[in-house]
């Protein structure tokens, strides 16, 4: 009897991680968690984020000449390295519409870095389509060019619907990054005026003027040529120069800055142990002190009855919130508040 408990709870267990798995291809990671615990996601606005659309242009000409087996491996082939590329810059893949591609920088997990990420992730994208374009034009075969936009802005993220779910960004700066892409050139970069003062120490960028957008009426414009020279070992490829301004922009610790902790993963464990309740938690830094007079709050999300995992972002003052939602142990509130005792104030559920 006992080894068949054994086996159907191994069997249980693996079905489980199948289940979370897919869960996960559809979801960013605490977006799942919060709907698998609360069977719903709170809508979130987010202040500053960044929104890339690519198209393939002459898409629908060329697709003519393929069958739709070598039409969906050509798509499968392209948006699998665009996957990766968004993966790799810290972007939340949205969706693909046809042969549109939409991902955002600064969601689900706020950074300073989104637009930078945006445009480090456009270049390789752009590359990408280049180089399969010179292997397809080198065999006397047509192929697509691309055209990419950006834009920042604020936004508001969630899930909508109760069957085939999908995690989505809604809001103006979606709209606009969606002109920019469509008032882009074919093999360029197109990004707003909005999103190019946040990348111009980075990225040498050119000025087109302000274009008529349908819709939108005139906007600011700028085509990216590739990062900086004096930032570059090539057009796409940063040097360490880089990554130091990158760090510095991200909040990270550099020469002059005084360390200190800016976000912080903080688990939460209680134990019942003869009648008494003990506490321990794991700290781990991410990064330094963010360089914004800004306090974030990130709503921590409890990940079972008795644990709760934290998000902490501690502001230029140095005051720090931790909101535990409906459903977290009071237990934790206490602990809470005698971990970070000093360093700003912890309350319950908003």
């Not at 192929?143 to 085939?164: N, P």
């Not at 779910?165 to 979606?174: P, Q, R, S």
């Not at 008529?212 to 360490?240: C, H, Q």
Request: proline share 5%; aromatic share 8%.
């Amino acid at each position: 009897m006992g080894i068949l408990v054994q086996v159907l709870t191994q069997n249980l267990n693996q079905e489980r991680r199948k289940s979370d798995r897919l869960l996960l291809n559809v979801l960013p990671e605490t977006i799942a968690q919060e709907l698998k615990q609360t069977d719903r996601v709170q809508p979130i606005d987010y202040e500053s984020a960044s929104v890339l659309f690519t198209d393939f242009v002459g898409f629908t000409q060329i697709a003519e000449g393929f069958t739709p087996q070598q039409l969906i491996e050509e798509l499968d082939s392209c948006f699998s390295r665009f996957d990766l590329i968004a993966k790799k810059h810290k972007l939340e893949k949205i969706k693909t519409i046809g042969d549109a591609y939409m991902a955002v920088g600064g969601v689900p997990v706020t950074n300073r870095t989104h637009a930078v990420d945006c445009v480090l992730a456009a270049l390789e994208i752009e590359q990408v389509v280049s180089r399969f374009r010179e292997q397809e034009m080198a065999e006397s075969r047509p192929y697509w060019q691309i055209r990419v936009g950006i834009h920042s802005g604020d936004l508001v993220a969630g899930v909508v619907g109760r069957e085939k779910f999908a995690y989505d960004v809604w809001g103006d700066t979606v709209n606009t990054a969606s002109r920019l892409e469509s008032s882009g050139v074919a093999g360029r970069i197109n990004i707003s005026g909005t999103t190019y003062h946040l990348v111009k120490e980075f990225f040498d960028c050119e000025f087109r003027g302000k274009i008529a957008a349908k819709n939108k009426g005139e906007i600011e414009m700028y085509f990216v040529n590739g990062i900086r020279p004096e930032l570059a070992i090539d057009s796409t490829t940063p040097n360490e120069r880089f990554y130091e301004l990158y760090q510095r922009l991200r909040g990270g610790t550099t020469a002059g800055e005084r360390p200190g902790l800016g976000v912080s993963n903080i688990r939460v464990r209680s134990n019942w142990w003869f009648g008494l309740w003990t506490f321990a938690a794991d700290h781990v830094p991410i990064s330094s002190r963010p360089q914004t007079s800004e306090e974030r709050r990130v709503i921590a999300r409890p990940r079972r009855d008795r644990e709760c995992r934290c998000e902490i972002h501690l502001g230029r003052s140095g005051h720090d919130q931790v909101f535990l939602p409906p459903g977290s142990h009071p237990r934790h509130l206490s602990y809470l508040q005698r971990l970070f005792a000093g360093k700003g104030p912890v309350a319950g559920p908003p």
